[in-house]
């Protein structure tokens, strides 16, 4: 195994070479992003099933969702100081390699019909979505501050790729399991095995250099440096709690979604194509977010996100009873998600700078997590007090509280602190 010492950094050569190991660092976290993401299709796509089977109960089918959640915020600040510690190279191999580990213990609980052993691997695969998180932070590590942005969503895009395939994968998995004699449902796991191992190769050999060591030694750039920028706690506060409350403004209302449409009678035929829509809303125009963040300012964008948020919002509310409104409305809020993490994501890693940017970074993605955790649990009860339109009347007091929070941003423009 290759060795996890710190990548010699800082000397003339390694500086002049900047942009094209900055090239080379996206490149490796897409591919890595493509092969992890196919794990993660596998939880989204029958982790439900096969929890309602093994437990018995469909009252325990979110246990999926739920402990991949918790999974990924119980596991955002381990790997972040790790990174700090090694570098990302030694956190996201680390990271993907537990991932795998998650896929096994996924076949083991279905061949010893163990619902604690379940849990605990949806856990386990959890800090696969932790890795696909950090990884986009990763791309901005050495990053210009005009491309910073731009080179964090095309990290975001690709794992769209890798959320895709792995749903598609359930048909060759069955067929796979059938040949081996494994139980049903585990075969797309075993795919997941080898394509998170794969992950874990890419991260551990191709990610060299380090981007993070040698973004600890790399002159700080003075395009960062912009008179009149608000600096410091206040905009950092800003910056994590518009990804975090944007993160739950989208899950509250997107895991309600399928319950509010199957009530009304539509086909899961349909449910599914209304979710695969919103993920597609979620990543597809990622890389125009970029470009806008490093263009108009990362606040503009933020506010960009929380306008679709707010379209979205009053779409499904007013088009509740009708399958189309409610896809479209799905459809822009994965677009409001998207201009909102994206730009909000590329805030922190502008405002942070030096040893506490891994830090940072992973409290970010810890306070996303526990917002999903918490929008998606508050959201079942918002529904059975008030409906599905009174869910998305919620959800937009908190488009408002981001909002009113960007007010005491002085500028839109990138900053770096």
């Given at each position: 195994?290759?060795?996890?010492?710190?990548?010699?950094?800082?000397?003339?050569?390694?500086t002049?070479?900047?942009?094209?190991?900055?090239?080379?660092?996206?490149?490796?976290?897409?591919?890595?992003?493509i092969?992890?993401?196919?794990?993660?299709g596998?939880?989204?796509?029958?982790g439900?099933?096969?929890?309602?089977?093994?437990?018995?109960?469909?009252?325990?089918?979110?246990?999926?969702?739920?402990?991949?959640?918790?999974?990924?915020?119980?596991?955002?600040?381990?790997?972040?100081?790790?990174?700090?510690?090694?570098?990302?190279?030694?956190?996201?191999?680390?990271g993907?390699?537990i991932?795998?580990?998650?896929?096994?213990?996924?076949?083991?609980?279905?061949?010893?019909?163990?619902?604690?052993?379940?849990?605990?691997?949806?856990?386990?695969?959890?800090?696969?979505?932790?890795?696909?998180?950090?990884?986009?932070?990763?791309?901005?590590?050495?990053?210009?501050?005009?491309?910073?942005?731009?080179?964090?969503?095309?990290?975001?895009?690709?794992?769209?790729?890798?959320?895709?395939?792995?749903?598609?994968?359930i048909?060759?998995?069955?067929?796979?399991?059938?040949?081996?004699?494994?139980p049903?449902?585990?075969?797309?796991?075993?795919?997941?095995?080898?394509?998170?191992?794969?992950?874990?190769?890419?991260?551990?050999?191709?990610?060299?250099?380090?981007?993070?060591?040698?973004?600890?030694?790399?002159?700080?750039?003075?395009?960062?440096?912009?008179?009149?920028?608000?600096?410091?706690?206040?905009?950092?506060?800003?910056?994590?709690?518009?990804?975090?409350?944007?993160?739950?403004?989208?899950?509250?209302?997107m895991?309600?979604?399928?319950?509010?449409?199957?009530?009304?009678?539509?086909?899961?035929?349909?449910?599914?194509?209304?979710i695969?829509?919103?993920i597609?809303?979620?990543?597809?125009?990622?890389?125009?977010f970029?470009?806008?963040?490093?263009?108009?300012?990362?606040?503009?964008?933020?506010?960009?996100?929380?306008?679709?948020?707010?379209?979205?919002?009053?779409?499904?509310a007013?088009?509740?009873?009708?399958?189309?409104?409610?896809?479209?409305?799905?459809?822009?809020l994965?677009?409001?998600?998207?201009?909102?993490?994206?730009?909000?994501?590329?805030?922190?890693?502008?405002?942070v700078?030096?040893?506490?940017?891994?830090?940072?970074?992973?409290?970010?993605?810890?306070?996303?997590?526990?917002?999903?955790?918490?929008?998606?649990?508050?959201?079942?009860?918002?529904?059975?007090?008030?409906?599905?339109?009174?869910?998305?009347?919620?959800?937009?007091?908190?488009?408002?509280?981001?909002?009113?929070?960007?007010?005491?941003?002085?500028?839109?423009?990138?900053?770096?602190?």
């Amino acid at each position: 195994m290759p060795s996890l010492s710190r990548t010699p950094v800082g000397d003339s050569t390694t500086t002049a070479n900047l942009p094209a190991i900055q090239r080379r660092t996206v490149r490796v976290l897409i591919a890595a992003q493509i092969l992890g993401g196919i794990g993660m299709g596998s939880v989204l796509s029958i982790g439900a099933v096969m929890a309602a089977e093994i437990s018995g109960s469909e009252a325990l089918s979110g246990a999926a969702a739920t402990l991949s959640t918790l999974g990924a915020a119980a596991s955002a600040i381990p790997l972040a100081r790790l990174a700090q510690r090694l570098g990302r190279r030694a956190a996201l191999s680390t990271g993907a390699f537990i991932a795998a580990t998650g896929s096994l213990t996924v076949i083991a609980a279905a061949a010893l019909e163990s619902f604690p052993l379940l849990l605990l691997a949806f856990a386990l695969l959890g800090v696969g979505v932790a890795v696909n998180l950090q990884s986009r932070f990763a791309a901005t590590d050495i990053a210009s501050s005009e491309h910073r942005g731009r080179d964090l969503s095309l990290v975001v895009w690709f794992t769209t790729v890798g959320a895709v395939l792995g749903p598609n994968l359930i048909g060759p998995g069955e067929v796979i399991a059938e040949t081996l004699g494994m139980p049903n449902l585990t075969g797309p796991f075993l795919i997941a095995v080898c394509a998170q191992v794969a992950a874990a190769a890419v991260y551990l050999v191709a990610l060299r250099p380090d981007p993070y060591l040698i973004s600890r030694s790399v002159p700080r750039d003075p395009k960062d440096d912009i008179p009149g920028v608000v600096r410091g706690r206040g905009a950092l506060i800003f910056a994590i709690g518009a990804i975090a409350i944007s993160h739950a403004v989208m899950v509250s209302v997107m895991s309600m979604t399928p319950v509010h449409l199957v009530n009304h009678g539509v086909t899961l035929t349909i449910v599914g194509l209304t979710i695969s829509l919103h993920i597609a809303g979620m990543y597809a125009l990622s890389p125009l977010f970029g470009w806008l963040s490093d263009k108009a300012g990362r606040v503009g964008t933020i506010l960009l996100g929380q306008g679709l948020f707010a379209i979205s919002l009053v779409v499904v509310a007013l088009g509740e009873d009708n399958p189309v409104m409610v896809t479209v409305g799905l459809i822009v809020l994965g677009l409001g998600w998207s201009a909102s993490t994206v730009s909000g994501s590329a805030l922190v890693a502008d405002l942070v700078t030096g040893a506490a940017r891994a830090r940072i970074q992973g409290r970010t993605d810890l306070a996303m997590n526990l917002a999903g955790a918490v929008g998606g649990a508050a959201a079942g009860l918002v529904l059975a007090m008030v409906g599905y339109s009174g869910l998305a009347w919620s959800a937009g007091l908190l488009v408002l509280l981001i909002v009113a929070g960007s007010t005491t941003m002085r500028t839109a423009r990138p900053v770096s602190a």
